[in-house]
T-cell receptor, first 116, second 112 residues
Framework: GAGVSQTPSNKVTEKGKYVELRCDPI?????LYWYRQSLGQGPEFLIY????????DSGLPNDRFFAVRPEGSVSTLKIQRTERGDSAVYLC??????????????FGPGTRLTVL | GDSVTQMEGPVTLSEEAFLTINCTYT??????LFWYVQYPGEGLQLLLK?????DKGSNKGFEATYRKETTSFHLEKGSVQVSDSAVYFC???????????FGSGTQLTVLP
């Protein structure tokens, strides 16, 4: 079946602009995660959804970042007033449930965001 | 807080060589441990995992053993292939956390 998909694959924007990044999880997966991966680093957690609600948003760096998952499936990560330091690959992952390590997180290919 | 330390790369090996990528961790409680792999142009894929001490995860000829006494989860493969060239990430999931904590990744290049 289809894996996690993310759009766009690449996004170039100017400093100060608003961007939206979309994630379509594996069908039936109730948990959805956003991570950010800077060049040469491992992914860092941003936010996690269980169903429609954000169960843990402790990784969001500041209030310019916001994410929604209104129907418990597709999620959108929104970044306001983008800064050059926001340039990174934004990864989305989903898992069947949230029973911890017994649920493998499946990752999408990522969206490469470049802020000029 | 939780952290994962990986052997720095890049690592370059000849085909059929033995591979070890070191990974140590710091975590509260008893975490579950993972190796993810990122092939060129592709997303992160789970390679193997171990959920309790002394467990051995294995897949595609790769192995890693959860060593609680040394807080380690080193990745090994007896004979690497060119197709193993990728970036390898060690990660953990601790306690009631739902998010993975990753190491910084190790770039492996296997030459024919």
């Amino acid at each position: 079946g289809a894996g996690v998909s993310q759009t766009p694959s690449n996004k170039v924007t100017e400093k100060g602009k608003y961007v939206e990044l979309r994630c379509d999880p594996i069908s039936g997966h109730t948990a959805l995660y956003w991570y950010r991966q800077s060049l040469g680093q491992g992914p860092e957690f941003l936010i996690y959804f269980q169903g429609t609600g954000a169960a843990d948003d402790s990784g969001l760096p500041n209030d310019r970042f916001f994410a929604v998952r209104p129907e418990g499936s597709v999620s959108t990560l929104k970044i306001q007033r983008t800064e050059r330091g926001d340039s990174a690959v934004y990864l989305c992952a989903s898992s069947l449930t949230t029973s911890g390590a017994r649920d493998t997180q499946y990752f999408g290919p990522g969206t490469r965001l470049t802020v000029l | 807080g939780d952290s994962v330390t990986q052997m720095e790369g890049p690592v370059t090996l000849s085909e059929e060589a033995f591979l070890t990528i070191n990974c140590t961790y710091t975590a509260t409680g008893y975490p579950s441990l993972f190796w993810y792999v990122q092939y060129p142009g592709e997303g992160l894929q789970l390679l193997l995992k171990a959920t309790k001490a002394d467990d051995k995860g294995s897949n595609k000829g790769f192995e890693a053993t959860y060593r609680k006494e040394t807080t380690s989860f080193h990745l090994e493969k007896g004979s690497v292939q060119v197709s193993d060239s990728a970036v390898y990430f060690c990660a953990l999931l601790s306690g009631s956390a739902r998010q993975l904590t990753f190491g910084s990744g190790t770039q492996l290049t296997v030459l024919p």
